[in-house]
């Protein structure tokens, strides 16, 4: 299992267009085969970075969740309205796998 981290710099002016982006991610993304973690936008600190977390079996799964994505009706709308509205500045992905497990329950104080 893999974790893609994709981190957005985003215009800080646009803060709403890409939290629309992200909603429609929310709904394409698992329909398309990835365990979609979220997608963070800014709260506090830098109002112009964002980042989408999902996670993906192997890199051959995600050549072939790309290539869904890309077919779906949803997925192109959202390409296409990122690219129409311009407020993803910079776009960059990287794959991690976690090295921590097994983890411990959680205490709760």
């Known amino acids: 299992m893999m974790t893609c981290?994709?981190?957005?710099?985003i215009d800080p002016f646009a803060k709403d267009k890409f939290a629309n982006y992200a909603r429609n991610w929310?709904?394409?993304i698992p329909r398309c085969g990835a365990d979609l973690v979220g997608y963070f936008g800014p709260h506090e600190g830098s109002a112009t970075t964002a980042y989408g977390i999902y996670h993906i079996?192997?890199?051959t799964a995600y050549e072939a969740y790309r290539a869904?994505?890309?077919?779906?009706?949803l997925g192109r709308a959202?390409?296409?309205?990122?690219?129409?509205e311009k407020f993803?500045?910079?776009?960059?992905?990287?794959?991690?796998?976690c090295v921590s497990q097994p983890h411990a329950a959680l205490v709760k104080p």
């Open 57 to 59: 079996e192997s890199l």
């Open 78 to 84: 959202n390409y296409e309205y990122a690219r129409r």
């Open 5 to 9: 981290i994709i981190r957005y710099e």
């Open 26 to 28: 929310g709904e394409a």
């Open 68 to 73: 869904r994505l890309a077919a779906d009706p």
């Open 88 to 97: 993803i500045i910079r776009e960059d992905r990287l794959f991690l796998k």
